[in-house]
């Protein structure tokens, strides 16, 4: 679990990255295998869910933060609750405000932003580019809190059995 552990850091780490250049002024859509981010998350969540649930199987609480939360500092619980809270202030910031409700897309060679085939308005090329990297923005928040919550678990696994059943 502890090579699991390290690749929940590294994505987070660079979904993190990902995310704060599109406040720069950066599309990072063009950065080839960004998408394969987006898929590390099933690569780190499933064995998170499997220690979660190794967790409750071997508790009889039954309660599966009670359990964790024993096993890793105390700031990263609140880290990941700060980061959850973001991701849906991101999303539907993201989705309401910056995108209009809808996604860039080129219709007759034009630019446009656009929902279920219905234009919303007309974009300039600079505006195209800006929203896409709006939608890596959107994508991104959610890697970053499914990253850092695998790590969590994932750590704390790895905490509890170097330490033994108990602290």
Not at 97 to 113: C, K, R, S, T
Not at 127 to 134: G, P, V
Request: hydrophobic content about 55%; overall charge neutral.
């Amino acid at each position: 679990m502890t090579l699991f552990m390290m690749l929940a850091a590294l994505g987070f780490i660079a979904s993190f990255l990902v995310h704060v250049s599109t406040f720069a002024g950066l599309n990072p859509s063009a950065i080839p295998g960004i998408w394969g981010l987006h898929i590390g998350i099933f690569v780190v969540f499933l064995p998170a869910l499997i220690c979660g649930k190794k967790f409750e199987a071997e508790d009889s609480t039954k309660d599966f933060w009670q359990v964790a939360l024993r096993y890793i500092p105390a700031w990263l619980p609140v880290l990941v609750g700060l980061f959850f809270a973001y991701t849906f202030f991101n999303f539907f910031f993201t989705i309401f405000v910056l995108l209009e409700g809808g996604g860039p897309h080129i219709v007759d060679g034009q630019y446009v932003l656009s929902n279920h085939g219905e234009i919303i308005r007309q974009l300039t090329e600079a505006e195209y580019i800006k929203c896409h990297a709006y939608e890596i923005r959107l994508f991104s928040g959610h890697w970053m809190v499914f990253y850092l919550s695998s790590f969590a678990v994932l750590l704390s696994h790895v905490t509890k059995n170097r330490l033994g059943p108990k602290l």
